[in-house]
């Protein structure tokens, strides 16, 4: 079973569309992250949830709005898309001090 | 606020070389991490790091967390063409903070 699945892994979409990442781990962790990453390859950290509380929350366009409705879940929702939020978006979860990934949702805006 | 600079950020080498790759910070860290990422798929931890000194080995993956806490270093021993992707570093100074990533070291291997 993968311990931390995102679902679309594709996305193709056209600008101004909303649309919706979900997230899932199966590990028992109470945090999860949402990190995005770019052409450049280079990861970083959207936002951060505990038990279903938002802890970060970095300098990101409030039209990412995420959402928990369980502490097992984690969703990324995003409106009004640009080209700019074409990106590798992926989910992750913390157990201990080691954080483990989701395979990653591509998202292409045209 | 902290940032990692990884080094290189590109290694082209032979099958059957070794290879080294390191991160330093501006600050302290108290868990550094290091990960590959393969095309398509999302980071896998390779080794963890959680003691300055500390020296952990994966198989021909070997990781040291430095004693000053501001460094950590890679090494991979007879490379394999399956080594090929890209490896991060990542650390933070404890669980609560945010996870800081590297930049990123692309490794080719050439059969």
């Known amino acids: 079973d993968t311990a931390v699945s995102q679902t679309p892994k594709y996305l193709v979409t056209q600008m101004g569309n909303d649309k919706s990442i979900k997230c899932e781990q199966n590990?028992?962790?109470?945090?999860m992250y949402w990190y995005k990453q770019d052409s450049k390859k280079f990861l970083k950290i959207m936002f951060s949830y505990n038990n279903k509380e938002l802890i970060i929350n970095e300098t990101v366009p409030n039209r990412f709005s995420p959402k928990s409705p369980d502490k097992a879940h984690l969703n990324l929702h995003i409106n009004s898309l640009e080209l700019g939020d074409s990106a590798v978006y992926f989910c992750a979860s913390r157990g201990g001090n080691t954080i483990y990934f989701g395979e990653g949702s591509w998202l292409t805006v045209v | 606020g902290q940032q990692l600079n990884q080094s290189p950020q590109s290694m082209f080498i032979q099958e059957g070389e070794d290879v080294s790759m390191n991160c330093t910070s501006s600050s302290i860290f108290n868990t550094w991490l290091w990960y590959k990422q393969d095309p398509g798929e999302g980071p896998v931890l390779l080794i963890a790091?959680?003691?300055?000194?500390e020296l952990t080995s994966n198989g021909r993956l070997t990781a040291q967390f430095g004693i000053t806490r501001k460094d950590s270093f890679l090494n991979i021993s007879a490379s394999i063409p399956s080594d090929v992707g890209i490896y991060f570093c990542?650390?933070?100074?404890?669980?609560?903070?945010?996870?800081?990533f590297g930049g990123g070291t692309r490794l080719m291997v050439k059969p």
């Open positions: 990542a650390g933070y100074v404890d669980a609560g903070n945010m996870l800081t």
């Open positions: 590990l028992g962790h109470d945090t």
């Open positions: 790091l959680y003691k300055a000194g």
